[in-house]
């Protein structure tokens, strides 16, 4: 039997309370917002020192970061599952922006800080919504990719188009969460738009 070396126990250690933390920080933005949620507010509900916060994390911005990092990257994860590469692709592409609309309703907390708060982070903040859209693109990419696509003479988006359906996806979500209406409203003409533009790729 091979004994865990203390560098692996070391490293266990720091990603067990990394991610305390970050938990910690969900649940406070969940119940405070981000804006009035401090350190102090996090490393109560974390039950870690300050000082333990800040050898994971610069400052609070840095963690917020991180949290929405993680969420981005689990919310793509969820989408890419949630597409059945063999049906028709009309429905693999409702079935992705269901997916999407579903899990923002679940976390509406974090989704409500990445269209408000975010913005004003500065360059980490630029350089997360830079990934997420790369992230994002490279999803559509592929779910328009698969062979019931192709069988219909559509070829895979282009960057510029997998942008139009990000950005457009992206501004009904901050639409429809600043005035309040219900997310699930945007499923079906978003996947219409979708689909519209998806068509428009026609192999020549």
Same mark, same amino acid.
């Given at each position: @039997? ?5 560098? %692996?126990?070391?490293? %266990?250690?720091?990603?067990? #309370?990394?991610?305390?933390?970050? /938990? ?23 039950? @870690?020192?300050?000082? +333990? ?7 609070? +911005?840095?963690?917020? *970061?991180?949290? &929405? ?5 689990? @919310? !793509? ?6 597409? %059945?590469?063999? +049906? ?17 309703? #679940? ?5 409500? /800080?990445? !269209? ?10 630029? =350089? ?13 990419? #592929? ?8 069988? %219909?003479?559509?070829?895979? *988006? ?5 942008? @139009?359906?990000?950005?457009? !996806?992206? =501004? &009904?979500?901050?639409?429809?969460? =600043? ?8 499923? =079906? ?7 519209? &533009? !998806? ?6």
């Amino acid at each position: @039997m091979t004994s865990t070396s203390a560098t %692996d126990r070391i490293a %266990d250690t720091d990603f067990q #309370a990394r991610s305390r933390l970050l /938990s910690a920080m969900s649940e406070c933005v969940a119940r405070l917002g981000y804006r009035a949620t401090t350190v102090a507010d996090v490393v109560r509900v974390a039950r @870690m020192s300050r000082r +333990s916060f800040y050898e994971h994390f610069t400052d609070k +911005s840095a963690c917020f *970061v991180a949290v &929405l990092r993680g969420a981005n990257d689990e @919310m !793509i994860d969820a989408v890419a599952d949630a597409v %059945d590469a063999s +049906s028709p692709w009309t429905d693999q592409v409702r079935q992705a922006v269901t997916a999407y609309v579903e899990l923002s309703e #679940a976390r509406p907390e974090l989704t409500l /800080s990445w !269209i408000r708060e975010l913005p004003a982070l500065g360059e980490p903040a630029q =350089e997360l919504k830079t990934e997420a859209m790369d992230a994002w693109i490279s999803l559509f990419v #592929a779910i328009t990719s698969t062979p019931n696509v192709a069988a %219909d003479g559509i070829e895979p *988006v282009s960057r510029i188009t997998a942008i @139009m359906i990000w950005g457009g !996806i992206r =501004e &009904l979500t901050a639409d429809s969460v =600043e005035n309040g209406t219900p997310l699930s409203a945007i499923i =079906e003409p978003t996947t219409q738009a979708c689909i519209a &533009l !998806i068509a428009g790729n026609t192999a020549r």
